[in-house]
T-cell receptor, first 116, second 113 residues
């Protein structure tokens, strides 16, 4: 069966420090991968999605970047964190290729980031 | 701008009550629809897909009205364990030809004894 791993679970970082969050998927090949952020009192916002190795698309301008060095690995990074980067970061995957209707996404357990 | 709007909540109901969640979406080209459940400080998990003909899974009934761009979720005989935030989710196409999920802000449900 497919599983998705995301770490760390919680993170407290000072303003201006770098960030690296990692997500890996097992049990599937060539998944579509996503990074979402959920800020307090707000809905999930799509940050990046990837349909293959080295292919990254950004949905919103921001202080973050993403990379996909391997088929089942997705990394979210920042060179210098801002206070506004605090939130709950969720990695998700869905089936390979152009998702057909009714293709849902499966989420990792999330990383709760607090920038202080 | 693509939006998914839900009742702001929270909904406070006693055990055994029937509760309905409403959701509207702005993109008429949306492809498919889901309800996710999110427990406090946890990741969202799929509760059920929503089909045009309406679908039922035990105590849960989901309905879709494409003409009105409206989705609903009905929970009958509420249990304490139903307490969570319910997220309305819409799959939408991207310029690349791929698609992704757009989430509503969620409606919190609190079921009390």
């Amino acid at each position: 069966s497919q599983t998705i791993h995301q770490w760390p679970a919680t993170l407290v970082q000072p303003v201006g420090s770098p960030l690296s969050l990692e997500c890996t998927v097992e049990g599937t090949s060539n998944p579509n991968l996503y990074w979402y952020r959920q800020a307090a009192g707000r809905g999930l916002q799509l940050l990046f999605y990837s349909v293959g190795i080295g292919q990254i698309s950004s949905e919103v301008p921001q202080n973050l970047s993403a990379s996909r060095p391997q088929d089942r690995q997705f990394i979210l990074s920042s060179k210098k964190l801002l206070l506004s980067d605090s939130g709950f970061y969720l990695c998700a995957w869905s089936g390979a290729g152009k998702p057909r209707a009714n293709t849902e996404a499966f989420f990792g357990q999330g990383t709760r980031l607090t920038v202080v | 701008r693509k939006e998914v709007e839900q009742d702001p909540g929270p909904f406070n109901v006693p055990e055994g009550a029937t509760v309905a969640f409403n959701c509207t979406y702005s993109n008429s080209a949306s492809q498919s629809f889901f309800w996710y459940r999110q427990d406090c400080r946890k990741e969202p998990k799929l509760l059920m897909s929503v089909y045009s003909s309406g679908n039922e899974d035990g105590r849960f009934t989901a309905q879709l009205n494409r003409a009105s761009q409206y989705i609903s979720l009905l929970i009958r005989d509420s249990k304490l364990s139903d307490s969570a935030t319910y997220l309305c989710v819409v799959r939408e196409g991207l310029n690349s030809g791929y698609s992704t999920l757009t989430f509503g802000k969620g409606t919190m449900l609190l079921v009390s004894p």
